[in-house]
């Protein structure tokens, strides 16, 4: 399987890629979904921008009182960071649940956040984190949260010519858990539920939810998560809220799961996450 | 465009097309025949090699992105003719049947091994998860990266 012929150019400055991408060049970064596509036709560019040596672009470093993660940072860079474990452990236990090891040791957070892939595990996270996103184009840099970022299926707000350089996660204090139901083969999620909850006096003061896989693109339950605060945490108050997590969605259904069988795994899904989070909440 | 490697210690410098994808470049123009092709979409692990100390899929990247990098196949991990310790657990614990996967098999054993000095079953199986074998010998194969990796503490 060749991908058809492209150019091929691998700047070592930042500025110099958004250049090469302000000229209609399309950007590689761990290459873990775009190769494939290329492989199979799906893609075509005739230009590549291989991101893979700008030493600018990989970082993973704490700044009052955030996480900031650069584009080429690699899963398994923020799976194994002693900073992202510590002190934003839910996207580090997303990280560790993407693909296999080969995977994670090329794929990056930026390249995965540009892609949107529906079935990617980090705009779970990344939506229950209330995180940011920092494109940057030829105008400058720019700052959405996670909620804009994602648009619709391998749809974000990232204009032509501009990439995504930095994520960055609040430190993070709740109780947190990722929850997916793994394609088989892929080990893409058909549904994936990160929960965060905040617990004080015996109550919930704080649920976040973040959905993927359900609907073509990544979502925060805030029916569910309002549902839940307040409450005790029960299980009641847990199954309660995680019963609202899919309602309204429109839901995608394909060969490996229906409709109605994806929210049915949300609900559920949700619910084991809520646990394991309130579990884990001081 | 000219690429330069190291891989199994050795010089290779070769002009290549962008679109080359690496496992190509490592049995057509390396005439490194070890690591296989299986299912050319990422799934299989067939084509496991180690990029600058990281066991990734050489199908899914160029060539190019990999000059300057140094490599190891599985051609590379006998010493001498004396196998590398994953190699002869895989033989003594009867980790393979037909082979086919076996290359790729003993390069992500490895990783687990290098990162992980007693990893469990449930760890092995983990950093697995990029390999298939169709011979469905798994649990052999765990067998052998849990002997590789006590004989490694030893």
New interface residues.
Partial sequence: ????????T?PTTLDEAVKLLGGGAKA?AG??SL??M??LRLASPEH?V?L?RIKELNYIREESGALHIGATATH?AVESSPLVRTKCPLLAETAAAI?????R??GTLGGAVAHADPSADYPAALQALEAKIVLRGAGGDRTVSAAEFFVDAFTTVLNEGEMVREVIVPVDTSGVSYQKVPQP???FAMVGIAARVKKAGGKVTEARIGVTGLTNSSFRATAAEKALEGTNGSAADIQKAAALVAQGSDANSDIHASADYRKHLAVVYTGRALIAAMGRAQ | ?KIHLTINGKNYSHDV???L?LIHYLRENAALTGSHVGC????C?AC?IELDG????SC???A??A?GAKITTIEGLANDGKLHGVQEAFWNEHGLQCGFCTPGMIM?SK??IDRNHAPSDAEIR??L???LCRCTGYQHIVNAVKAAAAAAGK
């Fill in positions: 399987m060749f991908p058809q012929t492209f150019d091929y691998a590689l290459g873990m190769i494939p290329m492989k590549l291989d893979g398994y693909g296999d090891v080969q995977v040791n090329m083969a892929s080990g | 465009m097309e962008p679109r994808l050319e979409t990422s799934l692990g496991t990281k066991a990734v899929k899914t990247m160029f190019v992105q000059d992500a990783q687990i983990h950093g998860e990029g390999n």
